[in-house]
């Protein structure tokens, strides 16, 4: 404050002064009245000076100093309590005590507003969970009932196929008919999966085979591109709580998008291993990359890079990840290739989850690797 009056100390300090030299002086009157110090009338006043003096100091403090500090202990004991509405009255005053009730009238104010402004988003995305809970039930009805008929479909497709002449050039047209068909099948099974996953199976099992067999898969649809898929495991490597079924699936799946990534010759490298409590499988390939302002909506539901991607892959595996306890990130180099590393909970053996069958590592697919 810019008056030295307006300080609480100096507040508190000026009526003590105050009393003891109206003390001294009454103490010099009673001196130059009585001709002995010792006249007992003079112990006397100096006693009840030394009282009123105690008895001023006191209702100074109770005045300046307790007195708000029980306001401001029953106030924040009911703010504890989830009382917004709490005022100091002593925020009026104009020194160092008053300011400290306004900075505490003021927080409150901003707590009132920051707890409104809380509700309202909570209550907006409450509303838009509800939006899309219903159209992912509609989504997930909509593909099973398009799925029944779509394969009455590819069973006559393929009927008709069969009673062609091998020469016949309609052959040709149905065979892309077959292909979208499938597409089709596949679009409808991804957003199936996404709308009701499947919570995951979690037994204790060896990662590594779980890598092997996605590789396995992968190899199998490239034998015709010139594609390098290497695996580099990590035997050592513990336990890992997981569904072994659904990270095939997600390491499958990134490795597909890899492949998808690359034009021409490359190559895609996994790699396992662990950091810090956690099981980690790394997906390198060399293929055109990702756009940095399309990096941050790769996870994001129907977004897609690909002319014809559903862009359901990499939400459904973010979801299975998760659903796992893990993390999934993506880094990347438009020109250079992109990685993607899963994340997944070290669980020693015993506590979480029954031990799988051990699934050896087959030495040659470690050395295709």
Not at 75 to 96: I, M, N, P
Not at 136 to 142: E, F, V, W
Request: charged share 20%; hydrophobic share 45%.
């Amino acid at each position: 404050m810019s008056s030295w009056l307006s300080h609480w100390r100096l507040r508190a300090i000026l009526p003590v002064v105050g009393v003891l030299a109206i003390g001294l002086i009454l103490f010099e009157i009673v001196l130059q009245a009585f001709e002995s110090p010792s006249h007992p009338w003079i112990l006397l006043i100096a006693a009840g000076g030394a009282v009123a003096i105690c008895a001023v100091l006191l209702v100074v403090l109770a005045v300046l100093i307790q007195r708000p500090l029980v306001e401001m202990n029953e106030k924040v004991s009911r703010l504890r309590d989830g009382d917004l509405s709490v005022q100091l009255d002593f925020a009026a005053r104009a020194d160092e005590v008053g300011e400290l009730g306004r900075h505490f009238n003021e927080m409150v104010v901003q707590l009132r507003e920051n707890r409104a402004e809380i509700e309202r988003l909570h209550r907006a995305q409450m509303t838009r969970a509800e939006h899309f809970a219903t159209l992912g039930q509609l989504a997930a009805g909509l593909a099973h009932e398009i799925r029944n008929p779509l394969a009455g479909i590819a069973g006559a497709i393929e009927i008709i196929v069969q009673e062609l002449p091998a020469e016949s050039p309609r052959r040709e047209v149905l065979e892309d008919v077959r292909r979208e068909v499938k597409r089709i099948h596949g679009i409808l099974s991804d957003l199936l999966r996404y709308a009701r996953p499947q919570p995951p199976r979690l037994v204790s099992a060896d990662i590594n085979a779980t890598a092997v067999r996605a590789i396995r898969l992968a190899r199998e649809q490239i034998r015709s591109r010139p594609i390098e898929i290497r695996l580099t495991p990590a035997p050592d490597l513990a336990p890992v709580v997981h569904d072994p079924a659904q990270i095939e699936q997600v390491v499958l799946n990134l490795v597909l998008n890899g492949i998808e990534a690359i034009q021409g010759a490359g190559a895609i490298d996994t790699a396992l291993g662990s950091d810090n409590g956690w099981a980690l499988i790394r997906i390198t390939d060399t293929g055109r990359g990702i756009a940095p302002e399309d990096l941050p909506k790769i996870f994001r539901p129907f977004f897609t890079t690909k002319q014809r991607g559903t862009g359901l892959g990499l939400p459904l595996a973010k979801s299975i990840v998760e659903d796992h306890g893990g993390q999934i990130e993506a880094a990347s180099e438009v020109g250079r290739g992109t990685t993607f590393t899963v994340r997944l909970p070290l669980v020693p053996m015993e506590s979480e989850a029954p031990a799988a069958a051990p699934v050896a590592l087959q030495q040659s697919e470690i050395e295709r690797g």
